[in-house]
């Protein structure tokens, strides 16, 4: 599916464009931000290749991941916002999401919006049974969005990402297609 938008009053998910570098910049190298992340704060030259390889994998046949800019209605890029197919086991359905919103926009309930159009886009779009994401155990506020929109905690993966300071912990969050129905309508 190319090209997707999906859009709430206040914020719309759409594919990123050379030119929202500057735009990405400012969420991925900013150390508040990627504090919980599995990377250090990036720079430009690290934002621009990523950039070209989400450009790139956007129109991939099948397509598996669907990374997104998260916009405000005047164009000013917000966030990242990622949602990408689980492939293994043939009968699997799910999708993982994950999002990076800019600090300055933080507690203004703008990363809820991200995970909700997320959400909207793995259920009503793509048609999968199950999402789920990951956050750092120090990441409560990432926790608590994810509780607010229905996301059950189900526990954690222990030893699950290797970072610069050593083995890190994942606490996993899902909600499965009947509970967002529930929910949503």
Do not use: C
């Amino acid at each position: 599916m190319y090209p997707v938008t999906i859009s709430s009053p206040r914020l719309a998910l759409r594919e990123f464009v050379p030119t929202d570098v500057d735009g990405l910049l400012a969420v991925y190298g900013d150390p508040r931000v990627t504090e919980h992340m599995s990377f250090e704060p990036r720079n430009r030259e690290q934002v621009e290749s990523s950039m070209t390889g989400v450009i790139e994998s956007a129109r991939d046949d099948p397509r598996t991941d669907y990374s997104l800019a998260a916009v405000l209605p005047d164009g000013e890029l917000v966030a990242f916002a990622r949602i990408s197919i689980d492939f293994g086991h043939p009968l699997q359905n799910s999708a993982q999401i994950g999002f990076a919103l800019r600090s300055d926009r933080w507690r203004q309930g703008l990363g809820a919006e991200v995970v909700r159009l997320l959400l909207r886009l793995g259920f009503e779009q793509l048609g999968v049974h199950r999402v789920w994401g990951a956050r750092s155990p120090l990441n409560e506020a990432s926790g608590r969005v994810m509780s607010r929109l229905g996301m059950v905690e189900e526990g954690v993966i222990r030893g699950h990402l290797k970072l610069a300071g050593g083995w890190r912990d994942s606490v996993v969050h899902s909600i499965l297609a009947p509970e967002w129905q529930a929910t949503s309508g």
